[in-house]
T-cell receptor, first 111, second 114 residues
Framework: AQSVTQPDIHITVSEGASLELRCNYS??????LFWYVQSPGQGLQLLLK??????LVQGIKGFEAEFKRSQSSFNLRKPSVHWSDAAEYFC?????????FGKGTRLSVIA | EAQVTQNPRYLITVTGKKLTVTCSQN?????MSWYRQDPGLGLRQIYY???????DKGDVPEGYKVSRKEKRNFPLILESPSPNQTSLYFC?????????????FGPGTRLTVL
C-alpha cells in the first residue's frame, strides 16, 4: 500500500520569500499525486495534481510542484509567499487504494 | 454551483446519543467518502462508496456506519458516539473511483462528544 510523509509539521516564512514544502511518498509504481490546501475553518481545496508527463506541474494560486521519481518526492513550491497563503497543506497519493494523505504541514506567514 | 454540503457544521453531543451527519453532492458523482481529521494524524478515510448501495470500509471504520440509498447523499451515522470520535469530519466526492479523479471536499463538520 502507498504512504506519504510530510517531514515538516510547521514552517514559518516571511511574506515575499520563497516556499518549498516537502512530500515523500512510498509506492512501487508511478503514483497519482496531489497537493491540497486547507485554510482555517475551511474544507480542502485542490492545488495541483500529477498523473504523468511533464514532471513540473502548475497549480492554482501560483503554486507548482515537481515530481522526482528518483527521490520519491513531490515537493510544492511558490516563488513569493503572500499572507493569504497561511494554511495547512496536505500531500496525498493514490496508488491501488483510495487516496492516502500525509499528516500535513502548517504554514505561517510573517510580515 | 457545484458543491459538497455537510450538515451540521458544528455539533456537540453526549456519549451514546445516536447522531447522523449528512452529506450531499450536486455533481452526479459516483464516488463518495468520509474522512476524519485529527491533529498530527492528517486525514484518514472512514468509509467510501463507489455507487448506490455499494459501500466499503476505509482505514478507520470502527464505530461508524454509512448508507448510500441515493447517488447524491452519503450520511455518516454514529450509533453510539464516544469521546474518541471527537474530530473534524469531511465528506468528499469524485466522478468515479478512477485514479485521476479529483476529490471535492465539503466544508467539514466539527463534532465534540462529551
Amino acid at each position: 500500500a502507498q504512504s506519504v510523509t510530510q517531514p515538516d509539521i510547521h514552517i514559518t516564512v516571511s511574506e515575499g520569500a520563497s516556499l518549498e514544502l516537502r512530500c515523500n511518498y512510498s509506492y512501487g509504481a508511478t503514483p497519482y499525486l496531489f497537493w491540497y490546501v486547507q485554510s482555517p475553518g475551511q474544507g480542502l481545496q485542490l492545488l495541483l495534481k500529477y498523473f504523468s508527463g511533464d514532471t513540473l506541474v502548475q497549480g492554482i494560486k501560483g503554486f507548482e510542484a515537481e515530481f522526482k521519481r528518483s527521490q520519491s518526492s513531490f515537493n510544492l513550491r511558490k516563488p513569493s509567499v503572500h499572507w493569504s497563503d497561511a494554511a495547512e497543506y496536505f500531500c496525498a497519493v493514490r496508488g491501488n487504494t483510495p487516496l492516502v494523505f500525509g499528516k500535513g504541514t502548517r504554514l505561517s506567514v510573517i510580515a | 454551483e457545484a458543491q459538497v454540503t455537510q450538515n451540521p457544521r458544528y455539533l456537540i453531543t453526549v456519549t451514546g446519543k445516536k447522531l447522523t451527519v449528512t452529506c450531499s453532492q450536486n455533481m452526479n458523482h459516483e464516488y463518495m467518502s468520509w474522512y476524519r481529521q485529527d491533529p498530527g494524524l492528517g486525514l484518514r478515510q472512514i468509509y467510501y462508496s463507489m455507487n448506490v448501495e455499494v459501500t466499503d470500509k476505509g482505514d478507520v471504520p470502527e464505530g461508524y456506519k454509512v448508507s448510500r440509498k441515493e447517488k447524491r447523499n452519503f450520511p455518516l451515522i454514529l450509533e453510539s458516539p464516544s469521546p474518541n470520535q471527537t474530530s473534524l469530519y469531511f465528506c468528499a466526492s469524485s466522478l468515479s473511483r478512477g485514479l485521476n479523479n479529483e476529490q471535492f471536499f465539503g466544508p467539514g463538520t466539527r463534532l465534540t462528544v462529551l
